[in-house]
């Protein structure tokens, strides 16, 4: 069964494949009208503008924290009853170096404040932030899908390993706009989110 949704959607398949091609397309209207000018740089509200941006014409929720705990396989993203603790605390990190910048993209990622699309919207959020404070972006071109999921899954742990797949991909290519759709057109989704019970944890 698809997410509850405003295309009237019932098939998770369909849901995706629309998704991705309004997701798509808002991203690119964000760069265009740069709409980023008007966005914290760094911060939970910035991203849920991002967010809001990209699934409004899809989720009730888009921009909104989740209201359920989700686990990936075995992994399990921060606890609701945690979560804004969490954000805030991610709010207060540095990011004033390139290893600052992929710590809080890391505790982000954890956190997974959204119901969907956090991958989608976090990336954004992190070139965003690379952009204003050490004038870089990622080429998203550049990384291999599943190295990149990998070593997000490991990062939690240990994040030496994502920090050299993406230090290899940086850019100064800043302000092109086939490199930042060289991003939103590399696939790196997250999928598999199952709902939980906070007893269950």
Do not use: C
């Amino acid at each position: 069964m698809a997410l509850e949704n405003n295309l009237g959607l019932t098939s998770s398949a369909d849901l995706a494949r629309e998704e991705e091609r309004i997701s798509k397309k808002k991203a690119a209207q964000l760069f265009d009208r740069k709409l980023f000018d008007t966005f914290d740089v760094g911060t939970f509200a910035g991203l849920a503008e991002i967010h809001q941006y990209l699934f409004e014409d899809i989720f009730d929720f888009a921009g909104e924290i989740r209201t359920v705990n989700l686990a990936k396989g075995n992994f399990h993203f921060a606890p609701l009853m945690y979560l804004q603790a969490v954000l805030h605390n991610i709010d207060k990190m540095p990011q004033s170096t390139f290893d600052e910048i992929v710590e809080k993209y890391v505790e982000m990622n954890i956190a997974h404040p959204f119901r969907e699309g956090n991958g989608r919207s976090t990336r954004i959020w992190l070139d965003h932030i690379l952009k204003n404070e050490i004038s870089k972006v990622v080429d998203w071109s550049k990384v291999d899908k599943e190295d990149y999921l990998l070593a997000m899954e490991r990062s939690p742990i240990k994040d030496i390993e994502i920090k050299h797949i993406l230090k290899a991909a940086l850019t100064d290519e800043i302000n092109s706009r086939e490199v930042y759709m060289k991003g939103i057109d590399h696939s790196y989704y997250y999928e598999g989110y199952t709902t939980f019970k906070t007893e269950e944890l």
